[in-house]
Nanobody
């Protein structure tokens, strides 16, 4: 059974930092992505990483502030978020793709349950 379990969300003041974790089990994947969805908005891409190599992708809103990384031995993907802004408030989702690597949420095969990130001003 494939599972993606996120953790690390919470309430933080603007300018603060959080690190999200996503533990994967059940099979291996080609790539992992972080997405977020704010109330009343569509789910949007944040960052993605391949399971091997150094390839990463970032949304413009994440560049320079967020870092996606992985620990293959722990089957875990991280999203380090620094300099957080109130507009970063959303539910953050981890997703896994068996074959592809990209920014389109429709191409990801498995999803976690999400973790809430709230940034206060």
């Amino acid at each position: 059974q494939v599972q993606l379990i996120e953790s690390g969300g919470g309430l933080v003041q603007a300018g603060g930092s959080l690190r999200l974790s996503c533990v994967a089990s059940g099979r291996t994947f080609n790539s992992y992505g972080w997405f977020r969805q704010a109330p009343g908005k569509e789910r949007e891409f944040v960052a993605a990483i391949r399971w091997s190599g150094d390839n990463t992708l970032y949304a413009d809103s994440a560049k320079g502030r967020f870092t996606i990384s992985r620990d293959n031995a722990k089957n875990t993907v991280y999203l380090q978020m620094n300099s957080l802004k109130p507009e970063d408030t959303a539910v953050y989702y981890c997703a896994a793709d068996r074959w592809r690597y990209g920014t389109n949420p429709r191409e990801y095969d498995y999803w976690g349950q999400g973790t809430q990130v709230t940034v206060s001003s």
